[in-house]
């Protein structure tokens, strides 16, 4: 059975700093790694998703990698601001069944001014 | 605007009902999906379907109903078999086969409370 964990639980930064948010997975027959971002009672927006054969996905300031031999992921962030603060989840779809992905926990970003 | 809507947002149960939450979504996407959100946890998958007239169990599927009737709705029914039903519920739609990324997509969300 996949398991996905992310670490740190919660993670707080200074305006202005790179970060890196990761995700690791036990199972490494995956079909894609999507990386999410959800604020206070909302549901989840989707920021990256790479495909098993991609070794990473930009976009803006967010750069999303993935290593399936050693089952991680990391999401990193450039020049954060105040507005990036919120929960990160990476979800991982695997090859036998795409649409039962296995959700982390996620990792909780503040980023003070 | 494309999009997946959930409604209620906001859903109050009494001990012994059974309540639907609705999920509708004009991406045209064959996959929907219903997830359960417990306070700082991931989600967690309770019924999911691939096409129209068929679906599957998730991990967490005792006290769940579905029905997908229609490729644009995915209703869920918590039943008064679900003991612990209180929990944030979402929704999400992914299109589906042969060359396509599985790329799912969230509804807003519906928080349901038991009194």
């Known amino acids: 059975k996949q398991e996905v964990t992310q670490i740190p639980a919660a993670l707080s930064v200074p305006e202005g700093e790179n970060l890196v948010l990761n995700c690791s997975f036990t199972?490494?027959?995956?079909?894609?790694l999507q990386w999410f971002r959800q604020d206070p009672g909302k549901g989840l927006t989707s920021l990256l998703l790479i495909q098993s054969s991609q070794r990473e996905q930009t976009s803006g300031r967010l750069n999303a990698s993935l290593d399936k031999s050693s089952g991680r992921s990391t999401l990193y962030i450039a020049a954060s601001q105040p507005g990036d603060s919120a929960t990160y989840l990476c979800?991982?779809?695997?090859?036998?069944?795409?649409?039962?992905?296995?959700f982390g926990d996620g990792t909780t970003l503040t980023v003070k001014p | 605007d494309g999009g997946i809507t959930q409604s209620p947002k906001y859903l109050f149960r009494k001990e012994g009902q059974n309540v639907t939450l609705s999920c509708e979504q004009n991406l045209n996407h064959d996959a929907m999906y219903w997830y359960r959100q417990d306070p700082g946890q991931g989600l967690r998958l309770i019924y999911y379907?691939?096409?129209?007239?068929?679906?599957q169990k998730g991990d967490i599927a005792e006290g769940y109903s579905v029905s997908r009737e229609k490729k644009e709705s995915f209703p869920l029914t918590v039943t008064s078999a679900q003991k612990n039903p209180t929990a944030f519920y979402l929704c999400?739609?992914?299109?589906?086969?042969?060359?396509?990324?599985?790329?799912?997509?969230f509804g807003p969300g519906t928080r349901l409370t038991v009194l």
């Open positions: 999400a739609s992914s299109p589906q086969g042969a060359g396509k990324q599985n790329e799912q997509f």
């Open positions: 199972d490494s027959a995956i079909y894609n």
């Open positions: 379907s691939q096409i129209v007239n068929d679906f």
């Open positions: 979800a991982v779809g695997p090859y036998t069944n795409a649409g039962k992905s296995t």
